[in-house]
């Protein structure tokens, strides 16, 4: 299994409402990231998961909550987003965080209302 | 500040003809040096890296891309495009400047390939 496999794929959501993104890999890496994208812009780093702890949070607000519950998920969850949160939100896996072929999943296109 | 440039918005070339990608950087230290290729409305995916080694390495797809030192450029190269080579392509960096695990990339703002019939 090469792939990382995110759930939903599309999700649209009201701004008092709460929802988690998932995602999965079984290839045995060991950092996890979460990334927001906006259209046709780089992707902005958001998490990074080291080891199943958390090792970087890029000052991203409380409302987006991650989570690692083992070794092969990573959760997103959210809580009284903002309309200007909408975007693609990609999931990422690699052996660690020195060797950066990162393998991404297919995203969640997430629209707040 | 370390940092990563794409000079070219938008590039366009004819099917069959040979496509450049172009990418600078700017890092202390030694530079690890990434692309990525994203399709419409899908994930991004890893092509090619630089660590070290051979200056020119090869990639997913028939893409390679040359490491060029004194010029602070990787960029991205096929002989012949495709029409499906049609997407976004982005240059990344590792940040040198954080240690252990807090290291993370530094990504171009992308540029946009389309190949024409």
């Known amino acids: 299994d090469t792939e990382v496999t995110q759930t939903p794929k599309h999700l649209v959501m009201g701004m008092t409402n709460k929802k988690s993104l998932k995602c999965e890999q079984h290839m045995g890496h060991r950092a996890m990231y979460w990334y927001k994208q906006k259209a046709k812009k780089p992707p902005e780093l958001m998490f990074v998961?080291?080891?199943?702890?958390?090792?970087i949070n890029e000052s991203v607000p409380s409302r987006f909550s991650p989570e690692c519950p083992n070794s092969s998920l990573l959760n997103l969850h959210l809580h009284a987003l903002q309309p200007e949160d909408s975007a693609l939100y990609l999931c990422a896996s690699s052996q660690d965080t020195v060797n950066y072929g990162y393998t991404f999943g297919s995203g969640t296109r997430l629209t707040v209302v | 500040a370390q940092s990563v440039a794409q000079p070219e918005d938008q590039v366009n070339v004819a099917e069959g003809n040979p496509l450049t990608v172009k990418c600078t950087y700017s890092v202390s230290g030694n530079p690890y040096l990434f692309w990525y290729v994203q399709y419409p409305n899908r994930g991004l995916q890893f092509l090619l890296k630089y660590i070290t080694g051979d200056n020119l390495v090869k990639g997913s797809y028939g893409f390679e891309a040359e490491f060029n030192k004194s010029q602070t450029s990787f960029h991205l190269k096929k002989p012949s495009a495709l029409v499906s080579d049609s997407a976004l392509y982005f240059c990344a960096v590792r940040d040198n400047q954080s240690a252990g695990n807090n290291r993370k990339l530094i990504w171009g703002l992308g540029t946009s390939l389309a190949v024409n019939p």
């Open positions: 998961y080291s080891y199943e702890k958390l090792s």
